[in-house]
Structures are given as C-alpha cells and as structure tokens.
C-alpha cells in the first residue's frame, strides 16, 4: 500500500528566506507524486506534479520538488517564501487503477511566513 | 464558472441524524472522490466511482454510503451520524490535468 509521511506538522519561515516542505513516500510501483496547497477555508489546489518525465518539477507560484528515487523522497522547495505562501501543504502520492488515480495525502504541513 | 460544487457548506447534526452531502461537477469527467479532512491525518479516501452507476470503498468507509446516479453527481450519506464523523468533507472529480476540489462540507455532530 502507498503512504506518504511529511516531516514537521508546522514549519515557519521568515519572508524571502528558503521554504523546505519534507516529503517521503512509500510504494511498490514507480509513483505519481503531487503536492497541493491549502489556503484557509478553500478546497485543494494542485502545486506540481511528477509523473515519471523530468526529476525537478516546476509547479505554480515559484514552487519547485524533486523526485529522488533513492531517497524516497520528494520534497518541495521555494528559494524566497512570501507572506502570500502561508497556507497548510500536502504531499500525495497516486495510486493508479484502470479508470484514474487514488490519492494518498500526508498528513500536511502548515507554512507560516513572519515578516 | 466550471468545477465542482459542494453543498451545504457548513452543518450540524445530533448523534444519529441522517444526512446527504451533495456534489456535482460540470467538467465532463469521469471519476470522482470523497474525502474527510481530520487534523494532522490529512486526507483520507472514503468512497470513489469510477464512472456512472459504479462506486468503491476507500480507505474509511465505515458509516457512509454514496450514490452515482449520473455523470455529473456523486453524494455522500450518513444514515446515522455519529461524532467520529465530525469532520470537513470535500468531493473531487479527476480529469486530463488532475484532480479539482470542491471547498468542503464541514460538519459537526454533537
């Protein structure tokens, strides 16, 4: 069965420092990994994805995550994190089946941005 | 605007109560989920479809059911509400990019 574990339940960060969000998964086949955003009181948005193409993934809003296969790893990184970045952070990973794809999300981590 | 809408936004029920949290999406496609949304859990999988008239169970299904009546409609039921079941709720539907989220269905049972 898949899983996800991300490391650190809260993480803050000053603005314009470096965001690291940690994520480590778990699956026996080659994975899809995703990590979305969460601002308050609103659904999920979906940050980046990685499928299997290039190991260093661009998403939206300056956010970028690389897949390392050996490290079972995937964690997201942003050089200078804005006040705007505050929000709670999930790291999914697929599990595929005939008609699309299963989500299994860590538990989440919120960023918090002090000026 | 296109999406996927959920509805009642916000609800308290009594322990026992039943209940139907609706979602509808307008984007043609063919899979869609619910999940519960429970502090530092994230989100866990209670029902998908696959298509019409199709559903399975998901990682915690106990004390719900669903429908797929249609291709856009996938709702969630609780026939006796209990508090494990206080949670926010939140529908996706799965396309060529992903999944959309709906903004959630919180619920309180007391």
Redesign the interface.
């Known amino acids: 069965a898949q899983s996800v574990t991300q490391l650190g339940s809260h993480v803050s960060v000053s603005e314009g420092a470096l965001v690291l969000l940690r994520c480590n998964y778990s699956s026996s086949v080659p994975p899809y990994l995703f990590w979305y955003v969460q601002y308050p009181n609103q659904g999920l948005q979906l940050l980046l994805k990685y499928t299997s193409a290039a190991t260093l993934v661009k998403g939206i809003n300056g956010f970028e995550a690389e897949f390392k296969k050996s490290e079972t790893s995937f964690h997201l990184t942003k050089p200078s994190a804005h006040m705007s970045d505050a929000a709670e952070y999930f790291c999914a990973v697929s599990d595929r089946y005939n008609a699309g794809n299963m989500l299994t999300f860590g538990g989440g981590t919120r960023l918090m941005v002090k000026p | 605007n296109a999406g996927?809408t959920q509805t009642p936004k916000f609800q308290v029920l009594k322990t026992g109560q039943s209940m139907t949290l609706q979602c509808a999406q307008d984007m043609n496609h063919?899979?869609m989920?619910w999940?519960r949304q429970d502090p530092?859990?994230?989100?866990?999988?209670i029902y998908?479809s696959?298509?019409e008239g199709t559903t399975d169970k998901?990682?915690v299904p106990n004390g719900y059911n669903v429908s797929r009546l249609n291709k856009r409609e996938f709702s969630l039921r609780l026939e006796s509400a209990a508090p494990s079941q206080t949670s926010v709720y939140?529908c996706?539907s799965?396309g060529n990019?992903?999944?959309t989220?709906?903004?959630?269905t919180r619920l309180t049972v007391v």
């Open positions: 996927v063919n899979s989920y999940y530092g859990m994230g989100l866990r999988l998908y696959a298509s998901g990682e939140f996706a799965e990019y992903g999944y989220f709906g903004s959630g």
